[in-house]
């Protein structure tokens, strides 16, 4: 979409130079094995990726086997909301389970792990409320994080600006 200043929108109405385009430079992209993707069912197994005991075993995995990544990206937090342990712990019982296991293994891993979550939008400009109360699901998570970071689309730009709500470097809190 960069290459061609389309927006990364509706793609159900992608033309088919659109989706000829995509499948084409996604192979490329694909290329040296520089992306791998764990989706949450890997064989008969679920709960790869939305349970925190799964998260962990791909953790365990990395270390196991001695896999090198530049970054480890989780997305959709809020997804992690069941346990192949205890099928009856709660949602928010599951991403407490999930944030310990991210703040033991980000020692223990040589790479940042990043969580994508999604937070309730701001109404207008003068919107003041606290980023730790925008964010959906358990906001343990701001506890644990090393940083936080508010992606914020400028789609008439076909850019994103990046607000830091939390930094070790604290001149950056606050700024675009």
Same mark, same amino acid.
């Given at each position: 979409c960069l290459l061609k200043s389309w927006a990364y &929108? /509706?793609?159900?109405?992608?033309?088919e130079e659109q989706k000829v385009f995509f499948r084409e430079n996604i192979a490329v992209l694909a290329k040296g094995g520089r992306l791998t993707v764990v989706g949450d069912v890997v064989g008969n197994v679920s709960g790869n990726t939305t349970t925190p005991e799964g998260i962990q075993d791909i953790f365990d995995s990395i270390l196991r086997e001695g896999d090198q990544f530049t970054a480890i990206c989780i997305d959709y937090y809020q997804n992690v909301k069941s346990s192949r &342990? /205890?099928?009856q712990m709660a949602e928010w019982e599951c991403q407490q389970k999930l944030c310990g296991i991210l703040d033991q293994y980000k020692n223990r891993l040589n790479c940042p792990i990043v969580v994508l979550a999604q937070m309730s939008k701001l109404t207008d400009d003068s919107d003041t409320t606290p980023f730790t109360v925008r964010l959906k699901g358990r906001k343990l998570l701001c506890d644990k994080a090393t940083m936080i970071l508010e992606l914020i689309p400028e789609r008439e730009l076909l850019r994103s600006k990046w607000r830091v709500w939390k930094s070790r470097f604290t001149d950056a809190v606050g700024k675009s």
């Open positions: &929108v /509706n793609h159900n109405e992608f033309s &342990v /205890n099928p």
